[in-house]
């Protein structure tokens, strides 16, 4: 097709279409930003629950060592 016919083609759309379509594509890249934001906050909760049971545990572990420590050194 020439230039001029695929102009007067787009020409033809119904502008009501145009705005409807816009609108659509607005809200699926905003839906994109929120499912990418919410897939890094996930991570980062994640991250710090797991630093914080590797936290915990490792406390714990610490304080069953001196306890058994302390157990086999009175028996």
Excluded: N
Aim: overall charge positive; proline content about 1%.
């Amino acid at each position: 097709m020439k230039k001029t016919d695929w102009i007067d083609v787009i020409g033809k759309i119904d502008p009501a279409y145009v705005k409807e379509a816009e609108q659509w594509s607005k809200a699926a890249q905003k839906r994109e930003i929120l499912s990418i934001s919410l897939q890094w906050r996930r991570v980062c909760v994640f991250c710090w629950l797991e630093q914080w049971y590797h936290l915990i545990c490792g406390y714990r572990t610490k304080i069953q060592a001196q306890r058994q420590k302390v157990l086999s050194q009175k028996g």
